[in-house]
């Protein structure tokens, strides 16, 4: 029995039945939404214009998983876990029918719920989270009706900044209201200033250091400006950009074991911690917390990546294989129109939180030669562990072609190499694609340096 019906929860599903045909292993999948393994990163795209059609972020539909093999159930909603006798209990959101369903084998994948703040006018028209495709439809279809073209978006994370170029996109004048000093709080701030500077030279109007207190409504009942202490942004359109936690509640009315940040813990092979569990429950996606190989401390990650992972490492285990998800070391990239966005490893609090005593360098490059037509600025920031000088995490801010060469560091932090065997590698050159140094190894020959100072 799988509990989500998006990345983690059906290719959980699809995996085991690869590997246990229909005669041999039942699939019951709960999904309480329409739709079914489709792509949340790419909402904003959709909102944005880039991608033209709904269906585009769908890789597969409930009919081709039912066509499969896998008994889905849309529009049906889990509201109870009993453990002891090892059934849930589900609503179908239609008619409001109840009824329990047995199981042998249970996967919790019920992702993660954005944070919505208990505010005034939070819940009024013209208010939007942005997490579902239906939550997708629902604002571009406010934005049809709303003939105004002011739109706020509450917070500056992935999302946030996400949805500003998607609404900058759509002809909107685009006001971020952030509590943060900076935007992308996933960065040190020196690095989210670059990202001030850079989303404010576009035209949007950057609001740092704001906490929202209000969301003000017309006689109407639709949103009419965002309120903080300090000011007043009016508004035709609001999108909540704050970030997401994980959507942990019946794992919780069930009593099974939740971390720090209140996510699933798991072992490696995804299965639940803990007797409550017992021995038959398994957890992955945006709902689970999971190892960080370079802190070797639990964190909450909520990306796609990790939960297709998580599913196929849970479908080969109930399917009667043998897979383990080893930890990740926090790599994410995104992009504010031409200004693209990367991190991997761990930030400035983040080493100090985990006891490490480090370095860091910064430098400024460019994407290609500085001669070929077409290099772009780029800056990156590294940290290294004092003395062992062990890479700890590295920060891109940059234009075209900047935010995938963190996958050198996210290769590098995997393998536990130290910045002088990164100085070493033998990373592509020619001119149209990086200087004869490229960016990333320049950074490690300054963090060298700075290792070798604190010697």
Not at 104 to 130: N, S, W
Not at 232 to 258: H, K, N, Q, Y
């Amino acid at each position: 029995m799988v509990i989500g019906g998006d990345a983690a929860g059906m290719s959980a599903a699809s995996q085991a039945r690869r590997l246990r045909g229909p005669d041999e292993l039942e699939i019951v999948a709960f999904e309480r939404g329409h739709f079914t393994s489709y792509s949340a990163c790419g909402i904003p795209y959709w909102v944005g214009g880039q991608v033209g059609e709904r269906d585009e972020l769908i890789a597969r539909s409930p009919e081709e998983h039912r066509a499969r093999g896998i008994g889905l159930r849309t529009r049906t909603e889990v509201v109870e876990l009993d453990l002891r006798e090892r059934r849930v209990r589900s609503r179908d959101l239609d008619s409001g029918a109840e009824s329990w369903t047995p199981y042998d084998k249970l996967v919790i994948a019920t992702g993660a719920r954005p944070v919505r703040p208990e505010l005034p006018g939070i819940d009024a028209a013209g208010v939007h989270g942005v997490q579902t495709l239906d939550d997708g439809q629902a604002l571009l279809d406010s934005l049809r009706e709303t003939p105004g073209r002011r739109a706020v978006v509450v917070g500056a994370g992935y999302i946030g900044v996400e949805m500003a170029e998607a609404l900058l996109n759509r002809g909107y004048e685009v006001t971020v209201v952030n509590r943060g000093a900076e935007p992308m709080s996933t960065l040190d701030p020196d690095m989210g200033r670059l990202v001030h500077k850079a989303m404010t030279g576009m035209g949007i109007t950057m609001v740092d250091d704001a906490e929202v207190t209000e969301i003000r409504t017309g006689d109407d009942g639709r949103v009419r400006a965002v309120v903080t202490r300090d000011a007043e942004f009016p508004a035709d359109v609001v999108v909540l950009g704050i970030g997401v936690r994980p959507e942990t509640t019946l794992a919780r009315a069930a009593g099974l074991p939740l971390g720090e940040h209140g996510g699933l813990l798991t072992d490696l092979a995804m299965r639940v911690r803990g007797p409550e569990a017992g021995g038959v429950v398994w957890a992955g996606g945006d709902c689970v917390e999971v190892l960080d190989l370079v802190s070797r401390r639990e964190r909450h990650i909520a990306l796609g990546t990790h939960a297709n992972k998580h599913g196929q490492v849970i479908g080969s285990n109930v399917g009667g294989g043998y897979a383990t998800f080893p930890g990740v070391v926090g790599t994410a990239v995104s992009k504010v129109c031409e200004l693209e966005i990367a991190r991997t490893g761990l930030r400035e609090k983040d080493a100090l939180r985990a006891g490490l005593q480090y370095v860091t360098a910064t430098i400024e490059s460019t994407s290609r030669a500085g001669y070929y037509p077409g290099a772009a600025p780029m800056t990156v920031k590294m940290l290294a562990e004092r003395r062992t000088g062990r890479l700890l995490g590295v920060q891109i801010v940059g234009r075209e072609g900047a935010a995938k060469r963190v996958d050198v560091a996210a290769v590098a932090l995997t393998a536990g190499m130290t910045v002088e065997q990164m100085t070493a590698l033998d990373l592509g050159y020619a001119p149209p694609f990086s200087p004869v140094w490229d960016p990333v190894l320049v950074a490690a020959r300054k963090t060298v340096a700075a290792v070798r100072a604190q010697s």
